[in-house]
């Protein structure tokens, strides 16, 4: 047609007649990112002969790498990482969130599931208002309805009882020191607090993050904490039930209960969290035994899912930059529909629903991953439902995609090739935007989850048939945090420990890494400067700038709907290179890699 342009995505093509002045369509709103872009910084790549930690923050990195050359062990050093960035990076982490663990022994492997619980008092209808329908997205991530019962720290202290090696009190040490002498704040954390309206309302919060005229504190700042050095003090003397317990539940409890938008926790919930110690669910993909957490993770299963699909698909080649093409993506995103498709209807809380096939290995077995494939054509599934492995039919209405957020990741080798991928997270950026000072009146303190947003907030279908990631008493919320450990399926010797930030993409992000260094063989640092690509159940994501304009045309003509923009994964590598190890950090974020 003469005069007018085309643009195709979604199955619609959309026809713009150009009169006297011409005509544009207005761009598509980016989809929300767990946390904001903060720039590109180049990253070298790391290497290392004995030992070597990639973390999300440079002075986490040093503190692993402290502990690793005082001769502790890839948890010891994990653990003396996640304290340090419960300071430097609390916007992402911290002690009021959770995290999920795979510990590599050098025998045997351990998956720790530290995820927050929902309080006992919490129903169902938690999110929802009185006409049946939840408040906004605002409402609902903010404040302290929200907020679930922590169990980072526990996790952490009970996977050191059973496979530590230096003495707990010695691995707080470095973030103490960081606590009471202070920290430069960073680009990152400026630029985050820039763009984040909710915390000031916070009176703790304000009083820590903000100068008196309500500016963030400048890049280069030395920030305090001694709310949060004096509650170290006291975990490494007395262990977990120094949160857990006391006055700090005390007042933790108090702040959840008394906000404008108040929660359920209380003491009691607390008090009794427990972690627990899981088995890792592992899959062989190609030459490589790849394992990962069981539900309530989603992440090892969609992410197998979507290698598995591709498995038998006529995948295209990759370019050596790392750049797929419109064809490999088509590809790519109908197997990560699929996945995300069997996520939103079968995945919670394994303490609350059951697998369907009689097992969550049952979603990743090669017959129904073929029969899953065998859906996958040359243009766009105009709709994908979730399937039924063998085994018995599960009757559930699938999960509505809701925002998940803000996360970091540690991978961690030791000079024995013990290995540890951990993952933890407050949810959203700040989490729910409150400060515990935990009862000293002190400056600072540590920011509060709203991890129970990962819920389904509407529990139910029109039909009535339940969501499996509905709230209920006690019960984990589905997560798509994904720490992975990588190991040879002949030999059984370790390859890479891997995982990433990223919300739902952090499902995409950790495959890609998968991807470019095993089937793409890329070296890991280049591999995460190559760009970003994602999709969970929306339009195929591109990072903005870094595709050829004719691969968003192709993948439109494919019957896909494509935005490009910012993609803030924040992966984290630590791989195998011959006799060494190599350690890459995502450009993305401040990252570094640290080792001997």
Same mark, same amino acid.
């Given at each position: ?9 979604? =199955? ?50 040093? /503190? ?12 010891? /050093? ?40 929902? #309080? ?53 040490? !470095? ?21 984040? !309206? ?100 989603? =992440? ?57 096939? =009689? ?38 209405? #699938? ?45 600072? =303190? ?110 439109? /003509? ?39």
């Amino acid at each position: 047609m003469p005069g007018a342009r085309t643009w195709h995505g979604g =199955g619609q093509v959309v026809l713009c007649l150009v009169l006297l002045a011409g005509c544009a369509l207005p761009a598509p709103p980016p989809q929300p990112q767990p946390e904001a872009a903060s720039g590109w910084t180049p990253k070298p790549g790391w290497q290392a002969q004995r030992y070597i930690v990639a973390a999300a923050h440079p002075l986490a990195a040093d /503190a692993g790498r402290q502990i690793l050359r005082a001769g502790g062990s890839a948890l010891d /050093a994990a653990i003396a990482v996640q304290m340090v960035l419960a300071l430097v990076e609390p916007q992402s982490s911290g002690l009021g969130g959770g995290a999920f663990m795979l510990v590599w022994d050098g025998q045997a492997l351990a998956a720790w599931d530290g995820r927050e619980t929902a #309080p006992a008092a919490a129903d169902e209808r938690l999110f929802l208002g009185p006409d049946g329908r939840p408040p906004s997205v605002a409402d609902v991530t903010y404040g302290g309805r929200a907020v679930g019962t922590p169990g980072a720290l526990k996790m952490l202290e009970a996977a050191h009882r059973e496979s530590g090696v230096l003495p707990w009190p010695r691995l707080f040490e !470095p973030a103490i020191a960081l606590a009471e002498d202070g920290f430069p704040v960073g680009a990152r954390l400026h630029s985050m607090l820039l763009a984040e !309206p909710r915390l000031k309302a916070d009176p703790q919060a304000r009083a820590y993050f903000f100068d008196a005229s309500g500016e963030p504190w400048p890049v280069g700042h030395r920030l305090r904490n001694p709310a949060l050095a004096a509650l170290l003090r006291d975990i490494a003397r007395q262990g977990s039930d120094a949160l857990h317990r006391g006055p700090v539940a005390a007042d933790l409890v108090r702040r959840v209960r008394s906000h404008a938008l108040p929660g359920r926790l209380s003491e009691a919930d607390l008090a009794g969290y427990r972690p627990v110690r899981r088995e890792a669910l592992c899959a062989v993909w190609r030459l490589w035994r790849v394992c990962g957490m069981p539900p309530p993770s989603s =992440g090892q299963l969609a992410l197998m899912q979507i290698l598995g699909i591709a498995e038998h698909l006529a995948m295209p080649p990759v370019a050596a930059d790392g750049v797929p093409g419109a064809d490999w993506l088509h590809r790519h995103a109908e197997a990560s529909r699929l996945a995300f498709a069997d996520r939103a209807a079968h995945v919670a809380d394994p303490d609350f629903v059951a697998a369907p096939g =009689g097992g969550w290995a049952s979603l990743l077995a090669p017959a129904y991953l073929k029969q899953r494939a065998a859906l996958v054509g040359d243009r766009a599934m105009p709709r994908v439902t979730a399937g039924q492995p063998p085994g018995g039919t599960v009757s559930r209405a #699938p999960m509505a995609e809701q925002p998940e957020q803000g996360t970091s990741h540690v991978s961690v080798v030791d000079a024995l090739g013990r290995a540890v991928s951990l993952t933890s997270s407050i949810e959203a950026a700040f989490g729910a935007r409150m400060m515990a000072d935990g009862g000293t009146g002190l400056p600072g =303190g540590f920011l509060l989850n709203n991890q129970l947003s990962d819920f389904a907030w509407v529990p139910a279908d029109a039909q009535g048939r339940p969501v499996a990631n509905r709230v209920q008493p006690g019960k984990r919320p589905r997560s798509s945090m994904s720490p992975t450990l990588v190991f040879d399926a002949a030999s059984g010797r370790l390859v890479m420990a891997v995982g990433s930030a990223g919300g739902s993409h952090i499902i995409q992000y950790t495959a890609r890494a998968l991807l470019g260094t095993l089937a793409w063989g890329m070296a890991p640092q280049a591999l995460l400067a190559a760009p970003n690509f994602s999709l969970t159940s929306g339009p195929v994501l591109l990072e903005a700038g870094r595709f050829p304009p004719a691969t968003a045309a192709a993948l439109g /003509a494919k019957g896909h709907a494509v935005q490009e923009q910012a993609l803030t994964s924040g992966t984290q590598v630590v791989m195998r290179s011959g006799s060494t190890w190599a350690g890459a950090a995502d450009p993305r974020r401040e990252g570094v890699a640290s080792g001997d």
